[in-house]
């Protein structure tokens, strides 16, 4: 095990000079691609040119993959069209994945119509990466996500919805209220904890509505009840209320509506009618 240990650590020894010469001539993919890797790590930005030419040309997946994480870290912006061209374009997934990680890394105006596209990709994995990294970009990304929303594609909807609300922006508040009339319940879904974390009270009236839908699924409603109670309006207190007491014996969805109402009592009771009597008379006992 020490001398495993040992030759591990002079692999890691070799010059930057070694290294870009692995990359650029090695036969063997291992010593390429740990070459893309340890260039990465170094930081030292002349081996852009080089990681960029093994991100194109290289055909081993494996060493395409560390030259777009190695490109990633380093941060320099002459990446950003290879670094796009391999999300758009590569055939390896998990090549696709760390272009859109990246890309996400680098940010800038440029990469977000690329990762919005990214989206609507057939592998599930590429599209949680490029979602996050546009929550990673920033409000740069929020009108594009707003446009996809509309897209044919679920995922896509499921996406820009669950990026829009963690990008905060009040822009996005209007659009995700109209997406809680999505045909598709993980839609809803999303748009209901998403309008919670935007905190505009003015998608109380419609996370009312949705929480009163008996014909609404659970999971929705039980989501839009959480939201309120995220929001603290004390207009969601009746609806909520009247939910619970409705109720034989307490479900997911009732047991939310109780933690929500408590949530809203909490933060207004001074407000609610015959709540400083009976804070004065508990207090007095």
């Known amino acids: 095990m020490a001398i495993k240990s040992i030759n591990r ?41 080089s990681l960029i030419e093994a991100l194109k040309h290289d055909k081993n997946g494996s060493v395409r993959l560390y030259a777009a994480r190695a490109l990633g870290e380093l941060g320099d912006i002459d990446a950003t069209q290879p670094l796009i061209s391999s999300l758009r374009e590569d055939r390896n997934v998990d090549v696709r994945v760390r272009a859109a990680r990246a890309l996400g890394r680098l940010g800038g105006e440029e990469v977000v119509t690329p990762l ?36 044919e594609k679920i995922n896509v909807r499921c996406d820009a919805t669950r990026a829009l609300g963690e ?45 009163q839908n008996s014909q609404e699924n659970e999971l929705v409603r039980a989501g839009a009840a959480a939201a309120l109670g995220v929001l603290r309006d004390q207009r969601a207190l009746l609806p909520l209320r009247e939910l619970i007491m409705k109720a034989e014996e307490l479900g997911e969805l009732e047991d939310t509506a109780l933690k929500a109402f408590k949530k809203i009592m909490a933060a207004n009771w001074q407000n609610v009618p015959g709540a400083i009597n009976k804070k004065v008379a508990v207090n007095s006992k």
Request: proline share 1%; net charge negative; with cysteine.
């Open 167 to 211: 990008l905060g922006s009040v822009k996005a508040v209007d659009h995700i209220i109209k997406m809680l009339k999505d045909e598709w319940v993980n839609v809803r879904i999303y748009a209901v904890t998403s309008l919670g974390k935007l905190g505009d009270v003015k998608a109380v009236p419609a996370l009312i509505e949705v929480l």
């Open 9 to 49: 650590k002079k692999k890691n020894e070799k010059t930057f000079e070694e290294l870009v010469h692995d990359l650029k001539t090695s036969n063997s993919e291992k010593v390429r691609y740990n070459a893309a890797r340890v260039l990465g790590e170094l930081g030292n930005e002349e081996a852009v040119e």
């Open 116 to 151: 919005v596209e990214a989206l609507n990709d057939e592998n599930s994995q590429v599209c949680v990466t490029a979602t996050d990294a546009l929550i990673e970009i920033g409000d740069i990304a929020v009108e594009a996500l707003i446009t996809s929303l509309v897209h």
